[in-house]
């Protein structure tokens, strides 16, 4: 459980750092690790260990963790925007145009 969370911090992290391209980033990486994960496995049971296999399953919740780690950057992002559109206008949200 640990590991999730580690990467869902992960996560939030990359989307902070990529501003307005939180999604992209954060499902790049989580893909990569992923990708590097099974081609990993492929290569340890192509060798005849089958050690590593248990470890598949929790690559591939860190991969979404990491997307739902940039899912509350994004969120949290366009709250804001929301928030400082309605505020910044004195007439925003109430019809008057």
């Keep these: ?3 999730a969370i580690l990467a869902m911090f992960v996560g939030y992290i990359v989307a902070l750092t990529a501003k307005g391209r939180e999604m992209v980033a954060t499902t790049t990486l989580g893909l990569m690790l992923c990708a590097m994960a099974g081609a990993a496995s492929l290569v ?5 260990h089958d050690s590593f296999l248990w470890t598949l399953p929790w690559h591939c919740a860190s ?3 990491i ?3 940039g899912a509350i950057v994004r969120s949290a992002s366009m709250s804001a925007w929301h928030l400082s559109r309605r505020c910044g206008h004195p007439f925003a ?3 008057a145009d």
């Design 67 to 69: 997307g739902i780690g």
């Design 93 to 95: 949200g109430n019809g």
């Design 63 to 65: 991969s979404f963790a």
């Design 1 to 3: 459980m640990g590991r």
């Design 44 to 48: 340890w049971v192509a060798g005849g």
